[in-house]
């Protein structure tokens, strides 16, 4: 099996090319939202240029309409999506405000945080989902003080179609993806995404955007798709360690009680006889 390597200073994603635009991301926002506006012009980009997390960039971020919009990809589950977001926003809105302003009597207004996951890894998720930052806390609380809900939509292939529908790019990066899982099934990563990546052109498929980036996009799939299988293998590896000392913890625990219970009896015993 050909190892799997991950590049710590890979930066960029298909994803985030695709929607490196202003048209792009208000198509986009509409399809989330069922809204029709049009004016790419009233929207502004944000995105962090370097994350908190491993590293990597925060996919996008923009305002518009008072709301601060923070898109992200993933093609693994993650569970700690909402501390993420809340890093991200964090950062966001430190450089929104002035720092004085924060120890004034003026209350500050601040656009309204909205978080998006669009999810197109292989574990099947339902159409939509929702995590809350609430669920990390030790102890649980009826109405928490701090809570930050990302809505988790799965962009595969037939699933949500009506927002597939409403975004032409989306849709299309759906199916290049879906392309590109099936043909790795039979040969390996980097022919599959240049079998994707052909076969899309010529099916008008992202087309233009495929032969302008086609060396660039077939690299990050391949990046990707490694850094999928990675992080696959580093949970897989981490469930069966946590479950041989957990279950290692457990026969310790046995081993405790029945030396008690065998000690209790002994005394029992002496003490009867």
Do not use: W
Not at 47 to 68: A, C, I, P, Y
Not at 73 to 79: I, L
Not at 120 to 146: A, M, R
């Amino acid at each position: 099996m050909k190892e799997v390597t991950i590049n710590t200073k890979y930066k960029d994603s298909v994803f985030r090319m695709l929607f490196n635009s202003k048209e792009e991301l208000l198509s986009l926002y509409n399809a989330v939202n069922g809204t029709h506006y049009d004016n790419a012009e009233d929207l502004e980009i944000n995105t962090l240029e370097e994350g908190v997390f491993l590293n990597m960039k925060n996919d996008v971020s923009f305002v518009f309409r008072f709301e601060l919009n923070l898109y992200e990809h993933q093609s693994t589950k993650c569970g700690n999506m909402s501390l993420r977001f809340l890093y991200y926003v964090s950062d966001l809105l430190a450089g929104m405000v002035v720092q004085k302003d924060l120890y004034g009597s003026k209350n500050l207004k601040i656009p309204v945080p909205r978080f998006v996951v669009f999810y197109n890894g292989s574990d099947k998720l339902e159409d939509i989902s929702y995590e809350k930052l609430s669920n990390h806390f030790i102890k649980e609380v009826e109405t928490p003080e701090l809570e930050l809900i990302v809505t988790v939509i799965n962009v595969n292939e037939n699933h949500n179609p009506e927002i597939m529908n409403a975004c032409k790019t989306l849709k299309a990066y759906s199916i290049f993806v879906g392309k590109i899982r099936r043909y790795v099934k039979n040969m390996s990563i980097e022919e599959a995404a240049d079998k994707a990546i052909d076969e899309c052109i010529r099916e008008d498929v992202l087309a233009d955007f495929l032969r302008k980036n086609k060396a660039e996009v077939c690299r990050m799939s391949v990046l990707e798709y490694n850094e999928e299988l990675h992080l696959k293998t580093v949970h897989s590896e981490g469930y069966e360690e946590g479950y041989d000392a957990a279950k290692a913890e457990a026969n310790k625990i046995i081993a405790e009680k029945d030396a008690r219970i065998a000690e209790l009896e002994a005394l029992l015993a002496e003490k009867n006889s």
